[in-house]
């Protein structure tokens, strides 16, 4: 199965929430996502505050690649985002190119 480091934001009832960069696997059609005991299933049409909902619950994620300039929420809000400590080296030298902030799992933390 395919994997990849991506962001991962609850939308829930508000228009931010909860976020992290994770390694997540793809389902042979790459129409689900799977991380940890979730499985995250994209929605037809992306709505606007959301691409992908909880195939169990129901709830609202925007699920994306990780940006360069790590600009990853959705709307830009100044709120912490976690990073899983089994990517946090590739995140900050492949994706980021900033190898000093290796050891770094808060981005926007307080």
Do not use: H
């Amino acid at each position: 199965m395919k994997t990849r480091i991506m962001y991962i934001e609850y939308k829930g009832d508000n228009l931010t929430g909860d976020a992290c960069i994770c390694r997540v696997t793809f389902s042979k059609t790459m129409k689900s996502i799977y991380y940890k005991n979730k499985r995250f299933e994209t929605l037809s049409g992306a709505g606007f505050k959301s691409n992908y909902i909880d195939a169990e619950t129901g709830e609202d994620y925007w699920i994306s690649g990780c940006k360069k300039d790590g600009t990853d929420r959705l709307y830009g809000e100044r709120t912490p985002i976690y990073i899983d400590e089994d990517v946090q080296k590739e995140y900050w030298t492949e994706i980021r190119n900033l190898p000093e902030m290796v050891g770094t799992i808060v981005i926007n933390g307080k």
